[in-house]
């Protein structure tokens, strides 16, 4: 079981930035896939960005590739998502979510999901 809790969302200008927090705790082993969703109303929800326990690798989703920063702090008892250069478009409901990735489901933004935080509202106004 993994917990997570969110925090950090908030309102900002087009072009702000907004870091993001996720407190985990629970049974975070190696080769956990950590990962931040986003949904707005009326959409799909969206992988944003992952991060493997196993190795560190980061994986995004294209609309935020070089905007977005995933990270992790404290032996992954924190996983941070940095937003630069904020749209719009970026205004969603924001989610940490965990599972454990394997061979047959790894790691990564399109990622089986099993641990969800409650989640942090972000809006971007122009």
């Known amino acids: 079981q993994v917990q997570l809790v969110e925090s950090g969302g908030g309102s900002v200008q087009a072009g702000g930035s907004l870091t993001l927090s996720c407190a985990a705790s629970g049974a975070i082993y190696s080769s956990t896939c950590m990962g931040w969703f986003r949904q707005a109303p009326g959409k799909e929800r969206e992988g944003v960005a992952a991060?493997?326990?196993?190795?560190?690798?980061?994986f995004y989703a294209d609309s935020v590739k070089g905007r977005f920063t995933i990270s992790q702090a404290n032996a992954w008892t924190t996983v941070y998502l940095q937003m630069n250069s904020l749209k719009p478009e970026d205004s969603a409901m924001y989610y940490c979510?965990?599972?454990?990735?394997?061979?047959?489901?790894?790691?990564?933004?399109?990622?089986?999901?099993?641990?969800w935080g409650q989640g942090t509202q972000v809006t971007v106004s122009s």
């Open positions: 991060i493997y326990t196993d190795n560190g690798s980061k």
């Open positions: 979510a965990a599972y454990y990735g394997s061979s047959r489901y790894p790691c990564g933004v399109t990622g089986v999901f099993v641990y």
